[in-house]
């Protein structure tokens, strides 16, 4: 029997130069009208909605206000459509700062958050986030398990496999990306989805007319297979498609074979051998310690 979602994922339409949070919001709320009248089961804002293009010093002394404002803003619109919403925003917690995606159930409240936990190396300069988190949490929602990473965790295909092994069937990415880089950020994103038989959703922000090493946009929904079901371009807009969560590859297999291997990811999932894959945590130490003796 399926089951069918409907997601949608926003490319917003940012200047290319400073910006307000209130102008944000007011541009968050033209989005959410849109989206909202397409009576979808989930939507995923862009990274660090509504700091983007704001001033860092604005960022540094208004943290608590904007986590304040987005929360608020996210449980109205998620009360009025229904669905679920991931806002990525700032977060104040115990002193440090986060790079945080909440996740709003239909009734408003908060289900859960998940921490940026690989930050870019100039995070700080650009949004005042000082602080990784450092757990991965799935999400059980009313049509299935979802998982939420953050740009550049797109980069370390652990995070994927992790989700995968924990059970989610829709990851989300909410970013903050440029291009050129485009064809190697989504061919990575694709592979999240092939290598963990996940759904991969894209949410991204874009300035127009679009150019290289501008504000790509892109904001997609990717199938099993890697292709896309829904795609904006490098425009402002949203992109929505239904997904089907019971969706696999039958194996062609036979008997007891395809008794213990039904799908492509029951094969991935059960042939795996995660006792020789010691040496990633190994070389990672390795490496931070060397790291840190250079620094």
Same mark, same amino acid.
């Given at each position: 029997?399926?089951?069918?979602?409907?997601?949608?994922?926003?490319?917003?339409?940012?200047?290319?130069?400073?910006?307000?949070?209130? &102008?944000?919001?007011?541009? $968050?709320?033209?989005?959410? !009208?849109?989206?909202?009248?397409?009576?979808?089961?989930?939507?995923?804002?862009? !990274?660090?909605?509504?700091?983007?293009?704001?001033?860092?010093?604005?960022?540094?002394?208004?943290?608590? !206000?904007?986590?304040?404002?987005?929360?608020?803003?996210?449980?109205?619109?998620?009360?009025?459509?229904?669905?679920?919403?991931?806002?990525?925003?700032?977060?104040?917690?115990?002193?440090?700062?986060? #790079?945080?995606?909440?996740?709003?159930?239909?009734?408003?409240?908060?289900?859960?958050?998940?921490?940026?936990?690989?930050?870019?190396?100039?995070?700080? #300069?650009?949004?005042?986030?000082?602080?990784?988190?450092?757990?991965?949490?799935?999400?059980?929602?009313?049509?299935?398990?979802?998982?939420?990473?953050?740009?550049?965790?797109?980069?370390?295909?652990?995070? &994927?496999?992790?989700?995968?092994?924990?059970?989610?069937?829709?990851?989300?990415?909410?970013?903050? &990306?440029?291009?050129?880089?485009?064809?190697?950020?989504?061919?990575?994103?694709?592979?999240?989805?092939?290598?963990?038989?996940?759904?991969?959703?894209?949410?991204?922000?874009? #300035?127009?007319?679009?150019?290289?090493?501008?504000?790509?946009?892109?904001? &997609?929904?990717?199938?099993?297979?890697?292709?896309?079901?829904?795609?904006? $371009? #490098?425009?402002?807009?949203?992109?929505?498609?239904?997904?089907?969560?019971?969706?696999?590859?039958?194996?062609?297999?036979?008997?007891?074979?395809?008794?213990?291997?039904?799908?492509?990811?029951?094969?991935?999932?059960?042939?795996?051998?995660?006792?020789?894959?010691?040496?990633?945590?190994?070389?990672?130490?390795?490496?931070?310690?060397?790291?840190?003796?250079?620094?």
């Amino acid at each position: 029997m399926a089951r069918n979602v409907k997601v949608s994922t926003v490319s917003f339409l940012t200047s290319e130069g400073s910006t307000t949070v209130e &102008a944000n919001m007011i541009e $968050g709320d033209r989005i959410i !009208e849109l989206v909202l009248a397409a009576k979808p089961d989930i939507v995923c804002f862009p !990274e660090l909605f509504p700091i983007v293009n704001v001033c860092k010093g604005e960022i540094g002394k208004r943290a608590e !206000e904007i986590q304040r404002m987005t929360l608020e803003w996210a449980s109205k619109r998620a009360r009025q459509g229904h669905t679920y919403l991931i806002v990525p925003t700032l977060e104040e917690a115990a002193g440090h700062l986060y #790079n945080t995606a909440f996740l709003i159930d239909r009734r408003g409240d908060i289900l859960g958050k998940y921490r940026k936990t690989h930050l870019a190396p100039e995070e700080k #300069n650009f949004f005042c986030v000082d602080t990784p988190g450092d757990t991965y949490p799935v999400f059980e929602t009313d049509f299935g398990k979802i998982a939420i990473m953050t740009c550049m965790d797109v980069h370390y295909p652990e995070v &994927a496999r992790i989700y995968a092994l924990e059970g989610a069937e829709i990851l989300f990415w909410p970013t903050v &990306a440029y291009g050129p880089t485009e064809e190697f950020l989504h061919i990575a994103l694709r592979s999240r989805a092939i290598d963990n038989q996940l759904f991969c959703v894209a949410s991204n922000y874009v #300035n127009v007319p679009y150019l290289p090493g501008k504000l790509m946009g892109r904001a &997609a929904i990717i199938g099993l297979d890697g292709k896309y079901r829904a795609d904006t $371009g #490098n425009r402002p807009g949203v992109a929505t498609a239904v997904v089907d969560l019971d969706e696999g590859y039958e194996m062609w297999y036979t008997g007891d074979i395809k008794m213990r291997f039904p799908t492509l990811r029951d094969t991935f999932m059960k042939t795996r051998r995660p006792e020789t894959y010691g040496k990633i945590c190994e070389r990672g130490c390795k490496v931070t310690a060397n790291r840190r003796d250079q620094i």
